[in-house]
């Protein structure tokens, strides 16, 4: 069992910065793939960010290339997203997910989700 707890959102204006991070509980967490997702008032969730288990494969929302980055450190039992030139249009509830089916954009693959935190963009 794993339980993640995301921590790091709040209100930024356009333009501007918000790191998120994930904490995981157990001593597991270096055979999990992470994820993060996003879902906004009244869409449907959807894949930002993904990375395997040692950091070496990454995938991100076409949307969010070049602005966003996902990490993680082992040590620490954490996942981080640096979120940079954040749009109006990037204001969501967060979450993290982990895996072990491999890399993957589908929420689906993900057997443990955080409680997500909210991120909002003011124009």
């Known amino acids: 069992q794993v339980q993640l707890v995301e921590s790091g959102g709040g209100l930024v204006q356009t333009g501007g910065s918000l790191r998120l991070s994930c904490a995981a509980s157990?001593?597991?967490?270096?055979?999990?793939?992470m994820g993060w997702f996003r879902q906004a008032l009244g869409k449907e969730r959807e894949f930002v960010a993904a990375?395997?288990?040692?950091?070496?494969?990454?995938s991100y929302a076409d949307s969010v290339k070049g602005r966003f980055t996902i990490s993680r450190d082992n040590a620490k039992n954490t996942v981080y997203l640096q979120m940079n030139s954040l749009k109006a249009e990037d204001t969501a509830v967060y979450y993290c997910?982990?895996?072990?089916?491999?890399?993957?954009?589908?929420?689906?693959?993900?057997?443990?989700w955080g409680q997500g935190t909210q991120v909002t963009v003011s124009s």
């Open positions: 990375i395997s288990m040692p950091g070496s494969m990454i």
């Open positions: 997910a982990g895996g072990r089916v491999g890399i993957s954009t589908i929420g689906s693959s993900y057997n443990y």
């Open positions: 157990g001593r597991t967490f270096n055979t999990y793939f």
